[in-house]
């Protein structure tokens, strides 16, 4: 079975520090994997997607995730925080099935706060 | 601005009622994805219509349904409403399947009194 853990409810961090927002995955198929970001009151928008090419990928914003396949991870990283990062954030594996019938498993989102 | 459009923004209403949300995806997107956003229960996939049809189920109750229009705009009913089904319900789009980029509208408030 498919699923996704984020291994952190919230985060904290100080302003210009490291980010770093753990995702494990579980994929009996080779996984497509996206992170998501929910700014407050606002819709959800794609940050970055692995779909087999590359391991390291790059998103907006300065984030970037690397595919670690012995691991099943696929950890979100920013190397100095901005306030404007204070969002909530979804790591999502596209799971079992072919093609376009492959489930979306949304993981329970982590909250990152920024402090000035 | 994604494209996709939901309609009402926000919408009040009782317990026992029905209510229809509504969604237009980005033009030339193919599918329509609805998700449950809650305090308690966090995002919730529902649903997946692609071309007109059912392609993925996931926490949707029965007194839920949806369908995807030939225009491809999207409904989601709800019925016999309870107060826990107060929630942001969001409607997503994709060109074709679940390996590519969801556009999210911005969502409808629901709130069951």
Known sequence: AQSVTQLDSHVSVSEGTPVLLRCNYSSSYSPSLFWYVQHPNKGLQLLLKYTSAATLVKGINGFEAEFKKSETSFHLTKPSAHMSDAAEYF??????G??????LIWGLGTSLAVNP | DSGVTQTPKHLITATGQRVTLRC???????????YQQSLDQGLQFLIQYYNGEERAKGNILERFSAQQFPDLHS????????????????????VSGTNNEQFFGPGTRLTVL
């Open chain 2, 75 to 94: 409904e989601l009913n709800l019925s016999s409403l309870e107060l826990g089904d107060s929630a942001l319900y969001f409607c997503a789009s994709s």
């Open chain 1, 98 to 103: 072919a093609g376009n019938n492959r489930k």
């Open chain 2, 24 to 34: 237009s995806p980005r033009s030339g997107d193919l599918s329509v994805y609805w």
């Open chain 1, 91 to 96: 790591c999502v594996v596209s799971g079992g």
